[in-house]
């Protein structure tokens, strides 16, 4: 079976001082985790290193929301997979739909990204979804597939095992919008077919999906239940200590 994954996007808020008070929130609230779940929160850059200091005597791992594609050089702004790595990141997301939309990111860049991380041993957390115009139109499965194959061009069969998809529909993130639960199921069970017929079988089960959009306590069960979700991408409610507990203890439950 595989692990659940509930991974916390704080996006543009909390600095040093706010993390380290959500921090010790969380820490309150969620003394231990069960060994059946993976927790992650990702911080905005300048409270990674303070974060993971804080973490240190937890099972809650740090991710980054961002990562550039080149090593090192003359990047104004950038922060490369190294110097998270040094910074004790274990993850990273890539391609959320904030940066796919306000900042230029690309397919193609998802993918340099994509691999990137793996070089640098940083799991990457790629997202994937469509608008509420596409899936409208009937293009979503088409589109969400196109963006899977192309952030998977040219990554192995066991590198692809240590990346995570988080399927964000976009329509769904910050709204206060979720998609249902069949929904999500339908497209978790549509990615691990692309998967499949980029991999086999083994690869595509083996890889984790997580649903992110507006995931909240009074919904995570049932979206946490669903046979192809591994976890969640959660925004909002990560901000607030308690809510993002709770959804850690109802990952235990399921698992
Ligand atoms: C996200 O930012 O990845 C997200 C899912 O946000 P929210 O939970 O607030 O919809």
């Not at 990674?48 to 594609?69: P, R, W």
């Not at 998270?84 to 990141?89: D, I």
Request: aromatic share 6%; hydrophobic share 35%.
């Amino acid at each position: 079976m595989r692990r659940f994954l509930i991974a916390g996007n704080w996006k543009m808020n909390c600095g040093p001082s706010d993390a380290a008070g959500l921090l010790e929130g969380l820490k309150e609230q969620k003394s231990e985790v069960s060994e059946d779940v993976d927790v992650l929160v990702c911080p905005p850059y300048v409270s990674l290193s303070m974060s993971v200091n804080y973490l240190h005597d937890t099972d809650i791992q740090v991710g980054a929301q961002n990562l550039h594609f080149e090593d090192n050089g003359a990047f104004t702004g950038e922060v490369s997979a190294s110097m998270l790595t040094e910074a004790g990141c274990a993850y990273v997301i890539i391609g959320h739909s904030e940066r796919r939309q306000y900042f230029g990111e690309t397919d193609e860049s998802v993918n340099k990204k994509t691999h990137k991380a793996i070089d640098h041993n940083l799991g990457p957390v790629v997202c994937v979804g469509e608008s509420l115009e596409q899936r409208k139109e009937g293009i979503h499965f088409d589109l969400v597939k196109d963006q899977v194959t192309a952030a998977f061009d040219g990554i192995n069969e066991v590198d692809a095992l240590d990346v995570v998809i988080a399927y964000e529909p976009i329509w769904a993130i910050g709204t206060g919008e979720t998609a249902s639960p069949e929904q999500a199921q339908e497209m978790h069970a549509h990615i691990r077919s692309v998967l499949s017929d980029l991999y086999d079988e083994d690869t595509s089960e083996g890889v984790r999906i997580l649903y992110g959009g507006s995931m909240k306590p009074g919904n995570a069960e049932e979206l946490l239940g669903q046979k192809d979700v591994d976890g969640g991408l959660i925004g909002g409610a990560s901000l607030d200590a308690e809510s993002f507990a709770q959804i850690i203890t109802i990952a235990e439950k399921l698992s």
